[in-house]
């Protein structure tokens, strides 16, 4: 409990720092999607994927944001009867880049909480949690006013864990 008050706490003072932004670049944005969740040892499974964003500063032709994006397991990965599922919590700092009016991309990177818990009838149950840092990279479509498809593609450091996510933002 502890560490998750701590990682609360951190993205909170990160995304203090986006008390004066820019209008133009528009207000909070929010989401919600589905992710493939690739451990290395273990086939396949499915996560839920929220998120929160802010934007801070316009630089060229895109903006700096920060977000706060929770992925849980809903569909454990599992192999040779080891079940593996995690739940995840980041914080990151993104460029949103507008490649073409309606597209953009968004590298990512920032610091994650982490927690995995393995299921298996051999070895019994275990579970892990610690910090590190996470990096991806994404893109999205501009679908109707201030509603955006995304994907985004995140690799978690020292974990062989992965998510290819796809999903819906919304503006305000």
Known sequence: MKKILSTVTILTILSSLA?????????????GGVSIESPMWYDSGMAGEL???????RVA???FSTELELTQSIGSSSKNDIDFTATTLGGYISYIYDIAPRFYIKPRFGIIYRKYSIDGEIWGDNSNSNYGFAYGL??????????????????????DLTHLSIGVEYQF
């Open 19 to 31: 008390i004066a932004h820019d209008d133009e670049i528009g207000g909070i944005y929010i989401g």
């Open 51 to 57: 998120n929160i964003g802010l934007p801070l500063l």
């Open 61 to 63: 032709k895109g903006f």
């Open 138 to 159: 994404g893109g999205g479509f501009r679908w109707i006013e201030q509603t955006n498809l995304y994907i985004n593609y995140t690799m978690i450091d020292n974990s």
